[in-house]
């Protein structure tokens, strides 16, 4: 008879439990889950959650999706960094908690609302396209069509974080109309305001309505900062950041 | 557990291309709209798709309706509704229309005029039909999320749809509204409105995890439509993609490639390295599974449960260079996810990939009409569905494409259809609703705080097991009754599983409800695989391998189920005249021995042939 020791990792999953009313930022009690490892694995965040949840905390709360780093939906921190727990090799010891920064509802699930919802009702009007414009391959506007929403970037911004402790209610039909969910923006929804100024299809207008949303949302404040990450490798500073503040300059003069 | 009561017009259902596409038309047309969505908006599987549309008369001046509707509908061996088909073929260039007006991009034609397609006929299509889009179908999904941001209409995320409320009065059953749970305020809201628009979804985590689809496929809407009532169509067609990844255990399943990135020398070896199938770009997706699952089935599979691609024969030579550099074009994502995975000479395809099939996508659902309203019997008027959940459009076979067309296509029309709906119908009254809104909430609020010694989650894993096992790629009758067992054994155990009794985000009362729509689909896919008794279409029935295809063809199968239990009931279908599917076989054919003859010329004629092939495409 072989002694077959099985191997294990050890990781810490930070837990929200007790019934709260949602929303607050916590950093939640650690729970240790002990990973068997078959031989030779190097398992994902997600490969622990799920089994996780399969073996000993059958409520235990995260979202993913794809399991293939295109949905966006598996965000969390690793040991304070923020990372899509698909893509994430972890080792014995590693915590895993919330993305910190928006409000954590359950466990490792977090309110993405005010983030998705950040721009509705703020870009509109007409802006259908006059004529056939190129796509240029390895363009901008290209490149930033690969942001897959998964509010990584969010950590550590320190526009985003003057969002924090102000309103946090889910946006949904009982937020009014007029109420802003955050004032004040992250470098996901900068991309996403960029990527209408970079649409050589769209008219003048639009293009003009995205920059001042930029700026109402406090883009300006960014000039002192300029330390955006995106898990992705889309290069936040160069193809978001600046080239705003500077066609903000242009709308100015 | 709160409720809530809230009152719009029309609700969609869904957060993913079709949902996003209905609340946009909707909302536009002036109603009331809300949008209720488990995940957050836009993660759906039009999200994580490639990105390839079918746009009809993009790649050839020669095509047409006519040409379109005859290449889909005998593809889908007639299976399909033929007015949906035709709506489909005639909309497929106003729907780009419509996408391209909301700002998506393709890459243009050299010449400028237009946008550039794929440089060859797709997965089943006659004539060079996809327009690829900058990274995939993220495209999509940045365009999409752009008509919510305009529009701005009202959303329920991380919000579960539980069951429609319908009105049975003199004049018979409407739509009247719909109860979800909302997980992060932890409240049952009853929505009251005239139109609901189901844009769930497929099913495929049913076979977790042999799926590449996204986890949110729980079958959710089919099984609120057929609590409702409704007729479900085709739902045992469901397609397996033949080549996904086998390991590491959370990306099992995962998509890498289509028969046609098998090039024309590409081989299917099983685990000792013996040919099991050449040939491959010219077959189907369900051709190239059925073999593949079919060895597996006879032990000749990996310990993974998957087979050997071998593409190595592809990339020898001065074509070989070119071929390689087709590849890196059309799947950049794939070969560097295999590259990972499976080392450099696999990503340079000069060692074989481990492959398995897996659950891509399911051709049956709601019977709706052109308008995507809910048709047959069990009729509830205001009930409307788009996308994947609907049924009866692509018969037996989806081919390369569709499914990002159809998104937009019923999208549209159900949108404006509810939208209509709605306007020209009176909401129900008040009190009224509260008394069958708090019925239809009965059950679930029961379920909180239940006590028991099983759990959701692993009454989940044990169907997806035996899913797969029975009314997965390779079939037969015992194993597709093994299913029902199956099912009826969880249900049994269900009144004995523990929930938590909390009401924020309650993750044990969500797998709950999901696991309750995972049996209801998994009973409608089961119920239908037993009526058709022959190998067609999706999947290959081991027990019927005589008659393959002879009588089963233009016959769709509607399942139901009402107090006695499920019902199975034949559609008959228009056939198309014999001479077009013999001239669309015999093209299939000459294709395949096309490539068999390539594969016995000299090297180096056919490197030369291949080569001019290849500069064509490049």
Redesign the interface.
């Known amino acids: 008879m072989t002694d077959e020791i099985p191997e294990y990792i050890e990781i810490i999953i930070l837990r929200q439990v007790g019934d709260k009313n949602a929303c607050d930022q916590g950093t939640g009690q650690a729970h240790r889950f002990k990973y068997a490892l078959q031989p030779g694995e190097q398992p994902t965040a997600l490969d622990v959650l799920i089994r996780a949840r399969e073996e000993a905390f059958h409520d235990l709360a995260f979202r993913y999706g794809c399991r293939n780093r295109k949905c966006g939906l598996c965000t969390l921190e690793i040991n304070g960094k923020p990372r899509l727990a698909c893509k994430t090799k972890v080792r014995d010891g590693d915590r895993l908690g919330p993305l910190q920064g928006l409000p954590v509802i359950r466990d490792l699930v977090v309110d993405r609302t005010g983030i998705n919802g950040q721009l509705a009702g703020r870009i509109g009007g007409d802006h259908r396209r006059s004529s056939w414009e190129p796509l240029v391959p390895g363009g901008i506007f290209v490149s930033l069509s690969g942001c897959i929403a998964c509010y990584a970037c969010l950590k550590g911004c320190p526009l985003h974080e003057m969002n924090l402790g102000a309103f946090h209610r889910p946006r949904d039909f009982e937020t009014p109309k007029e109420t802003v969910v955050y004032a004040y923006g992250n470098p996901y929804t900068f991309l996403r305001l960029r990527r209408i100024v970079e649409d050589n299809e769209r008219d003048q207008k639009t293009r003009d309505q995205a920059l001042s949303t930029a700026l109402s949302l406090g883009l300006e404040t960014c000039r002192e900062c300029l330390g955006c990450r995106c898990q992705m490798g889309i290069p936040l500073i160069r193809e978001v950041i600046e080239p705003l503040l500077k066609d903000i300059e242009k709308l100015r003069t | 557990m709160r409720i809530l009561e ?1 009152h719009y017009d029309v609700i969609i259902v869904g957060g993913g291309g079709a949902a996003l596409t209905a609340a946009a038309v909707a909302s536009e047309m002036g109603v009331r709209v ?1 949008l209720v969505s488990k ?5 759906g599987d039009t ?2 798709s490639e990105g390839g549309i079918t746009v009809r008369g993009s790649g050839s001046v020669s095509d047409s309706v006519e040409k379109f509707f005859f290449n889909l509908r005998i593809r889908g061996r007639d299976l399909g509704d033929p007015k949906l088909v035709r709506s489909f073929s005639q909309d497929s260039r106003s729907a780009y229309e419509w996408l ?2 909301k ?1 998506l ?4 034609r050299p010449d ?3 946008p550039k397609t794929y440089p060859m006929p797709m997965g089943g299509h006659n004539r060079i039909r996809s327009i690829p889009h ?6 999509f ?2 365009t999409l ?2 008509t ?3 529009r ?1 209409y ?5 919000a579960w749809f539980l069951d429609l409320i319908v009105n049975q009065d003199l004049q018979g059953r409407k739509v009247a509204g719909g109860l979800v749970y ?5 409240v049952l809201v009853a929505v009251r409105a005239q139109a609901v628009v189901l844009a769930t979804g497929g099913l495929g985590t049913l076979y977790f995890p042999n799926t ?1 689809n ?3 496929n729980t079958g959710d809407g089919y099984a609120v439509a057929v609590r409702a009532g409704a007729g479900l169509v085709d739902m045992e067609q469901i397609q397996f993609i033949p080549f996904a990844l086998t390991r ?4 099992k ?3 890498l490639g289509e028969p046609a990135s098998a090039g024309p020398f590409g081989v299917l070896r099983d685990k000792d390295g013996r040919p099991l199938l050449t040939a491959m770009m010219y077959r189907t997706r369900a051709e190239v599974a059925g073999v593949l699952a079919r060895a597996v089935a006879a032990g000749r599979g990996t310990a993974n449960g998957g087979c050997y691609l071998d593409l190595s024969e592809n990339v020898k030579g001065k074509s070989g260079r070119m071929y390689y550099r087709i590849l890196q074009a059309g799947m950049p994502r794939q070969l560097d ?1 295999v590259g990972r995975l499976m080392g450099e000479a696999a990503a340079r395809v000069e060692v074989p990939w481990e492959v398995q099939p897996s659950a891509h996508y399911c051709m049956g659902g709601i019977a709706v009409d052109a308008s995507g309203k809910f048709e047959g019997e069990g009729a509830a008027e205001g009930l409307f569905a788009a996308g994947q959940v609907m049924g009866g459009l692509h018969g037996s076979d989806r081919l390369a494409g569709n499914s990002l067309a159809e998104i937009i296509i019923f999208g549209v029309r159900a949108g404006r259809g509810a939208a209509e709906h709605a306007s020209g119908a009176c909401p129900l009254e008040s009190g009224r609703f509260s008394v069958l809104s708090r019925e239809a909430a009965g059950p679930y609020l029961d379920a909180l705080g239940r006590e028991g010694e099983y ?4 009454l989940t ?1 044990e169907l997806q097991e035996a899913a797969w096992k029975g009314i997965g790629p390779v079939r037969d009758a015992g194993g597709i009754r093994e299913v029902l067992v199956t099912t009826e054994n969880i249900r049994r155990r269900l009144s004995r599983v ?1 929930i ?9 009362f969500i797998d709950l409800v999901e696991l309750e729509n995972l049996l209801v689909t998994a009973e409608a896919v089961a119920n239908a695989a037993l009526s058709r008794k022959e190998s067609l279409g999706a999947h290959v029935r081991i027990d019927a391998e005589k008659g393959v295809g002879k009588n089963g063809a233009a016959r769709s199968v509607m399942v139901q189920r009402n107090d006695i239990g499920w019902q199975s009931s034949v559609l008959e279908r228009e056939r198309t005249p014999t001479w077009m599917r013999v001239g669309d076989r015999l093209q299939t054919v000459m294709r395949q021995r096309g490539a068999g003859i390539l594969r016995t010329l000299p090297f180096s004629l056919r490197d030369r042939v291949m080569s001019a092939v290849y500069r064509k495409m490049l």
């Open positions: 809230k809300l995940d957050p908006i836009g993660c999200k994580i391209r007006e700002g991009r393709p890459y243009p400028g005029k237009g900058p990274k995939g179908g993220l495209s999904i940045h999320l752009g919510y941001q305009e701005a009202d959303t329920l995320q991380d909302h997980a992060p305020r932890g590449d996204m986890r949110g590491p255990r959370s990306m399943g995962v998509f996810l759990h959701p989650v692993i894993r523990r938590g009794a909390g009401t924020v985000w309650n993750q044990t």
